[in-house]
């Protein structure tokens, strides 16, 4: 049976930002989070000609990320389509500053990512197909362990995990080790790692990777809830039923540069063709 | 919590999860506590009952010239008479003594010259030769037995020259040897644990944190949780501090267990480790201080190279490729504390791992060189900060950190 994510009650927010809400703060709060509602009109993610050299002893200098500049907004699922090596990880790990870029700027929800790295990350929910979990803690006790990183108190990691476990029903295995869970269970785990300080931005690198489809379904699922949560959601994969599924603008990448950037429409319009594999292809410049 | 302080939530997180795995249990508690302890006790009491065979096994030693010297056939009978452990055997020349002994059917040969006995009347010395096997216990043994008999023939002969010089016998015998153990001096296992525990301690403080240091980066990047502590607020200093102590502390933990197994055996009175505890054991509280004491900047330096280590891989099981090399520096280093005096040079002490097992070798032994701890405490925390600085370094490369 799939599992169909509920909406969060909560609205975006980072745990370290406390806004008292007793009057009469709560009329201070709503001055303070004012300037924030009106920069969510506004790109929450902006990438202006980001580039990444890794430097090889054996092949020389390779650029993995040539200029790439896209920006998102929040509530939408921003595609980063490609094949593997386009470079889409690498400019995931360039926005989530666990690499520095070699030139270009990006801010991500109003910080640059050099400059302010630690802000970055702290409004950054990140998850990928092949991340794991501690095997020899619980799932609860994971939990715990980077809400802790996240600077979460225990009264909010506690409330927190409770509202998770609720919406990705994880109370059946919430306090078995991880080693003993099904890949689907560890999965759920660690999207709710990944959401646990409510962050209001969410990277997502192919994360149906290796999963089977009832996993695959579940995440699909949860990144679709993120919209309505009116998280910002970069989301990387090469399959293309995914992206028709759940982007609502897409970047094509290919060889570490952006071909093409739209909606799906405004793609198949640009390339004449309807099934979207071929527009991908034709985008990159394969003519079948 | 500040953002400083999340290096602790590494440490306890990491600390406590080496506790759920009955592997560690098994490495860090039950080897160093049970398994050592009664590994020496076998290894000792297997050599103990070696060292007896030897001494109540009956040894042949060859003659050569018996036949010329009437004194020595004398000697012969006299020992042979006495039915002690040791018989003789006359063996007709040099050449067939060499023979007997390669072939094992004699252990050792004593070669007597022909004019021995004209030799002895005229009071000039007299060359004997101990013909023996250099790489056989069994024939070196049997040379000790020969030694003896040299010493009594030698007074024999003093004895006989004496009497034909009219001189009284308290001459030959100027000064007397009277040997006394003295009671809690310590005894074999004393000794053993001077030679050994510095071997023992220098290695465990350095390789009881193998498995952690590899778990803790390798297998993060192998498992795929790295990744998700870099995109964490956490800065990588702060991980790398949170992770280098869980090393060097559970490295600590292994060398206070090793302490612990090694001292044991000696207040508990069980039969296997009678040998060991026969001499008692003489610490004094100076010498356990300094056991734990110098034992922190070797765990800090291992701690420091097994990160870089695990740091530097892709996965554990590349890790271990690069662990052999250091395994064999480490070795030779700790083995060195063996090999050298409890007094060494001053300048042994800054050579890293070795200078900390003489610093333990000096303690056990009752010697307390200020000037030899202070240089090898001092070396030993600075060989562990360039380990460190080193670690931290490699753990800022993003190369080599999503190397995978």
Redesign the interface.
């Known amino acids: 049976m799939g599992w169909t994510p509920k909406p969060s009650r909560s609205s975006p927010r980072v745990f370290n930002q406390k806004f008292p809400t007793a009057w009469p703060w709560g009329i201070f709060s709503v001055l303070v989070q004012l300037p924030g509602f009106l920069r969510y009109k506004n790109p929450v993610i902006e990438v202006v000609g980001l580039s990444k050299v890794?430097s090889d002893k054996k092949s020389g200098p390779k650029k993995a990320v040539d200029g790439v500049s896209f920006t998102a907004r929040p509530g939408e699922i921003f595609g980063l389509l490609g094949a593997n090596g386009a470079g889409k990880t690498t400019t995931l790990?360039l926005l989530?500053?666990?690499?520095?870029p070699s030139s270009g700027t990006a801010r991500i929800d109003g910080f640059d990512i050099v400059k302010d790295s630690?802000k970055v990350?702290?409004r950054?929910g990140?998850l990928?197909g092949?991340?794991?979990?501690?095997?020899?803690?619980t799932a609860r006790q994971v939990l715990h362990?980077?809400g802790?990183?996240?600077?979460m108190?225990l009264a909010q990691r506690t409330r927190r995990i409770a509202e998770l476990t609720e919406t990705l029903e994880l109370s059946e295995f919430l306090d078995r080790r991880c080693d003993k869970l099904s890949t689907g269970q560890k999965q759920r785990v660690?999207i709710a790692?990944?959401v646990l300080h409510d962050p209001p931005v969410l990277f997502f690198d192919e994360p149906t990777a290796g999963l089977d489809v009832m996993a695959a379904r579940t995440v699909v699922r949860f990144i679709k809830s993120c919209r309505e949560m009116g998280k910002t959601v970069l989301f990387s994969t090469h399959i293309m039923s995914e992206v028709e599924a759940l982007c609502d603008r897409i970047a094509v990448i290919h060889d570490g540069r952006v071909f093409a950037d739209g909606t799906l429409q405004e793609l198949r319009a640009q390339t004449g063709v309807q099934a979207f594999e071929t527009v991908f292809l034709r985008l990159i410049g394969v003519n079948e | 919590m500040s953002n400083s302080g999340r290096w602790r939530t590494v440490f306890r997180k990491e600390f406590s999860e080496v506790w759920r795995e009955r592997r560690s249990l098994f490495q860090l508690v039950l080897m160093p506590l049970l398994i050592t302890p009664l590994l020496l006790a076998g290894v000792g009491k297997m050599t103990r009952s070696r060292i007896d065979d030897a001494r109540k096994e009956s040894v042949t030693l060859g003659i050569v010239g018996a036949k010329n010297s009437r004194l020595v056939e004398e000697l012969i009978a006299g020992q042979n008479a006495a039915q002690t452990r040791v018989s003789f055997r006359p063996v007709g020349t040099r050449a067939e003594a060499e023979a007997a002994i390669q072939k094992r059917d004699l252990r050792a040969a004593l070669v007597v010259p022909a004019d021995a006995e004209t030799a002895v009347e005229e009071s000039r010395p007299i060359d004997l030769i101990l013909l023996s096997d250099q790489g056989s216990d069994e024939s070196q043994n049997a040379a000790d037995s020969a030694r003896k008999l040299f010493d009594k023939f030698t007074t024999v002969v003093v004895t006989r020259r004496m009497q034909a010089a009219d001189l009284p016998m308290q001459t030959a015998e100027p000064l007397r040897l009277v040997e006394k153990s003295v009671a809690g001096g310590g005894g074999a296992g004393m000794m053993m644990l001077t030679t050994l525990l510095p071997y023992i301690l220098s290695l465990s403080a350095i390789l009881g944190g193998v498995g952690v240091a590899f778990d803790a980066v390798a297998g993060e990047k192998e498992r795929g949780t790295l990744e998700t502590l870099l995109v964490s607020p956490v800065a990588r200093r702060e991980l790398v501090l949170g992770k280098f102590l869980t090393v060097s502390a559970i490295a600590l933990v292994n060398s206070v267990f090793s302490v612990v197994g090694m001292l044991w055996p000696f207040y508990v009175k069980l039969p296997m480790f009678a040998w060991m505890a026969a001499g008692g054991l003489k610490l004094s509280g100076g010498a356990i201080a300094a056991l734990f004491f110098v034992q922190m900047p070797v765990a800090l330096l291992g701690a420091g190279l097994l990160l870089t280590i695990s740091t530097l891989s892709r996965n554990q099981k590349e890790a271990q490729g690069y662990l052999a090399p250091l395994m064999l520096v480490m070795s030779v280093a700790s083995m060195m504390t063996v090999l050298l005096k409890t007094e060494s040079p001053l300048w042994w002490a800054l050579v890293p791992v070795t200078n900390s097992g003489l610093v333990l070798k000096q303690a056990l032994s009752g010697i307390v060189n200020p000037t030899f701890v202070a240089v090898a405490c001092g070396a030993s925390l600075l060989y562990a900060a360039l380990a460190i600085f080193y670690a931290r370094t490699v753990f800022e490369k993003e190369s080599v950190l999503l190397k995978a």
């Open positions: 890794f790990r989530a500053t666990i690499l520095t630690q990350r702290e950054l990140y990928t092949s991340a794991g979990v501690y095997e020899r803690l362990y980077f802790e990183l996240y600077g108190d660690s790692r990944s």
